[in-house]
């Protein structure tokens, strides 16, 4: 089938390991980093927030009340899911390229205006915060389809998993930039001005500067996504867009051959014979099709379910984690430390878990994805997110005893790490691979949002529900949706060692394709002769 392979594409597949592959994982990376950064820098500023702007009298530091507190973490989630959606979408109508430099200017923009309110009131801080949260999730959305979509289309079957995966691993950066810009941001203002704790004195322990350190670590998100904008917009459209969506088979030919130095041969024959074989076969088809279900519908099922599943699980972990090392006693209670202490405190508690178990859980996945297969990584994370998560809940009472807290880190560190050696990289990856060329975004786009539906479940369902039902509980409902994420793998295909063309079914297209400009060959060769 590899013979038969449109010359362009083949040369992608077997092409070595180089250094333009390098550059697209930094190029489509970096918006990823930005994503991290953005998403999650939010929780380290929450409880600022609260003291800055909702004062409580002397018994108290301020806090969000719980609906602020949910919408401010929450908002950018709404929009990150339309995003998905939409970009989506859109990167398979108008190309990866040039929807790639839009969601781009957009989290800029917004990263910046989030750190500036219009007026001094609680009420307006939050509106405009929330205002921009939102449209910097739509932003960051787009960011999902289009990186893994560009990365797998961009690299070579031997290493494709490894080079996806790592486009994703940049979040684990991400989370960790986050950390550091509060740590850093904090350390300054406290150095440079003073406060007493809060117990001392509940009005001088919040200074007035500490607004600003909020908004310094919301608006650090738009550098890293303005440094590699100029790179993004010299990154030449997907050879796969080119040939197989918008059949320019001479333009894929020019955009690979400087890419990989290397000179190709322009098929434009073979191209409209492959659009022509697809019309006559029915090939063309579009999502909202019976021809679709029956060939991709549980697949796209499996990675929409995974997912949304992970994701319940994954967030509600990742944004309550300053509330579970209170719990544990992990970080000080707030009213024994200043504002920019709590900040410096919690920025520092989150930079740990995310440099010891996340980070070097996506790069396991990196490393060892076209070795053990999507399946394998992402069956295996599952297991042991539940297994964890109920060594975590059934003896909850005994974590909670002086002397124990060590253990509860470690596990809960470890289901950290399994997550991201398991299926939060491997539901990134799969989905940019199983599906046509013409519906790859869009099919990436709707299992990610399938999976930000999941993140806002588990963002809004765990505020109220550990007030309801308590944190243990919440911790076996986690293991249960762990449990199904293990069930619904079983849908989803592996992908390892095949090009992206033989996965989705679009070789046997390309196949017939052959067949019929032979037929047409031998044809004219006989009227010749004749």
Request: proline fraction near 3%.
């Given at each position: 089938?590899?013979?038969?392979?449109?010359?362009?594409?083949?040369?992608?597949?077997?092409?070595?390991?180089?250094?333009?592959h390098?550059?697209?994982?930094?190029?489509?990376?970096?918006?990823?980093?930005?994503?991290?950064?953005?998403?999650?820098?939010?929780?380290?500023?929450?409880?600022?927030?609260?003291?800055?702007?909702?004062?409580?009298?002397?018994?108290?530091?301020?806090?969000?009340?719980?609906?602020?507190?949910?919408?401010?973490?929450?908002?950018?989630?709404?929009?990150?899911?339309?995003?998905?959606?939409?970009?989506?979408w859109?990167?398979?109508?108008?190309?990866?390229?040039?929807?790639?430099g839009?969601?781009?200017?957009l989290?800029?923009?917004?990263?910046?205006?989030?750190?500036?309110?219009?007026?001094?009131?609680?009420?307006?801080?939050?509106?405009?915060?929330?205002?921009?949260?939102?449209?910097?999730?739509?932003?960051?959305?787009?960011?999902?389809?289009?990186?893994?979509?560009?990365m797998?289309?961009?690299?070579n079957k031997?290493?494709r998993?490894?080079?996806?995966?790592?486009?994703?691993?940049?979040?684990?950066?991400?989370?960790?930039?986050?950390?550091?810009?509060?740590?850093?941001?904090?350390?300054?203002?406290?150095?440079?001005?003073?406060?007493?704790?809060f117990?001392?004195?509940?009005?001088?322990?919040?200074?007035?500067?500490?607004?600003?350190?909020?908004?310094?670590?919301?608006?650090?998100?738009?550098?890293?996504?303005?440094?590699?904008?100029y790179?993004?917009?010299?990154m030449p459209?997907?050879?796969?867009?080119?040939?197989?969506?918008?059949?320019?088979?001479?333009?894929?030919?020019?955009?690979?051959?400087?890419?990989?130095?290397?000179?190709?041969e322009?098929?434009?024959e073979?191209?409209?014979?492959?659009?022509?074989?697809?019309?006559?076969n029915?090939?063309?088809f579009?999502?909202?099709?019976?021809?679709?279900?029956?060939?991709?519908?549980?697949?796209?099922?499996?990675?929409?379910?995974?997912?949304?599943?992970?994701?319940?699980?994954?967030y509600?972990?990742?944004?309550?984690?300053?509330?579970?090392?209170?719990?544990?006693?992990?970080?000080?209670e707030?009213?024994?430390?200043?504002?920019?202490?709590?900040?410096y405190?919690?920025?520092?508690?989150?930079?740990?878990?995310?440099?010891?178990?996340?980070?070097?859980?996506?790069?396991?996945?990196?490393?060892?994805?076209?070795?053990?297969?999507?399946?394998t990584?992402?069956?295996?994370?599952?297991?042991?997110?539940?297994?964890?998560?109920?060594a975590?809940?059934?003896?909850?009472h005994?974590?909670?005893?002086?002397?124990?807290?060590?253990?509860?880190?470690?596990?809960?560190?470890?289901?950290?790490?399994?997550?991201?050696f398991?299926?939060?990289?491997?539901?990134?990856?799969v989905?940019?691979?199983?599906?046509?060329?013409?519906?790859?975004?869009?099919?990436?786009?709707?299992?990610?949002a399938?999976?930000k539906?999941?993140?806002?479940?588990?963002?809004?369902g765990?505020?109220?529900?550990?007030?309801?039902?308590?944190?243990?509980?919440v911790l076996?409902?986690?293991?249960?949706?762990n449990?199904?994420?293990?069930?619904?793998?079983?849908?989803?295909?592996?992908?390892?060692?095949?090009?992206?063309?033989?996965?989705?079914?679009?070789?046997?297209?390309?196949?017939?394709?052959?067949?019929?400009?032979a037929?047409?060959?031998?044809?004219?060769?006989?009227?010749?002769?004749?």
């Open positions: 089938m590899a013979k038969e392979q449109l010359k362009v594409l083949n040369a992608l597949d077997v092409a070595k390991t180089q250094w333009y390098f550059t697209a994982i930094v190029i489509a990376g970096m918006g990823f980093f930005t994503d991290a950064y953005d998403l999650f820098c939010i929780s380290l500023v929450t409880k600022l927030l609260g003291r800055v702007y909702y004062f409580e009298g002397n018994n108290k530091p301020g806090s969000l009340p719980q609906n602020v507190s949910a919408a401010i973490n929450g908002v950018a989630f709404c929009g990150t899911l339309a995003g998905q959606l939409f970009f989506g859109l990167g398979d109508k108008m190309g990866r390229k040039r929807v790639y839009m969601t781009l200017m989290m800029v923009i917004c990263s910046l205006a989030s750190g500036l309110s219009f007026g001094k009131d609680p009420k307006t801080v939050v509106a405009t915060l929330c205002f921009f949260r939102f449209w910097l999730g739509f932003g960051i959305g787009g960011d999902y389809p289009l990186s893994a979509t560009i797998s289309e961009y690299a031997k290493t998993g490894a080079f996806i995966a790592a486009v994703f691993a940049m979040q684990g950066f991400g989370i960790l930039a986050g950390g550091a810009v509060a740590i850093i941001v904090s350390s300054a203002f406290k150095a440079m001005y003073p406060a007493p704790a117990d001392v004195n509940p009005i001088l322990s919040t200074v007035p500067q500490a607004d600003y350190v909020w908004r310094i670590i919301l608006m650090f998100g738009a550098l890293p996504a303005l440094l590699t904008y790179w993004r917009m010299k459209e997907t050879a796969r867009y080119t040939a197989l969506v918008a059949k320019n088979a001479k333009q894929a030919a020019a955009d690979m051959s400087k890419v990989l130095q290397v000179d190709i322009a098929e434009q073979k191209v409209q014979q492959l659009g022509h074989t697809q019309r006559a029915g090939n063309d579009g999502l909202f099709t019976t021809r679709f279900l029956r060939r991709h519908g549980l697949h796209l099922l499996g990675t929409a379910v995974t997912w949304f599943l992970l994701d319940i699980a994954y509600s972990q990742n944004l309550f984690q300053k509330d579970i090392f209170t719990a544990i006693g992990w970080i000080p707030a009213k024994t430390m200043s504002a920019l202490e709590e900040v405190k919690i920025a520092r508690a989150q930079t740990l878990i995310a440099l010891c178990s996340s980070v070097p859980g996506y790069w396991f996945t990196v490393a060892l994805i076209d070795k053990i297969g999507r399946f990584i992402q069956l295996m994370g599952f297991f042991f997110m539940t297994v964890f998560m109920f975590l809940a059934i003896p909850y005994h974590w909670t005893m002086d002397g124990n807290q060590i253990g509860f880190v470690v596990m809960y560190s470890l289901t950290f790490f399994f997550a991201n398991g299926p939060n990289a491997t539901t990134f990856v989905p940019a691979e199983i599906f046509p060329a013409r519906l790859r975004s869009t099919c990436h786009g709707i299992s990610a399938a999976g539906a999941g993140a806002m479940v588990g963002a809004f765990f505020l109220y529900a550990q007030n309801g039902i308590g944190v243990r509980n076996l409902l986690l293991g249960v949706a449990f199904f994420g293990m069930m619904f793998t079983f849908l989803v295909p592996e992908s390892k060692g095949k090009s992206l063309e033989e996965i989705s079914g679009e070789a046997e297209e390309e196949t017939s394709a052959n067949r019929e400009s037929l047409e060959a031998g044809l004219q060769v006989q009227t010749v002769s004749a």
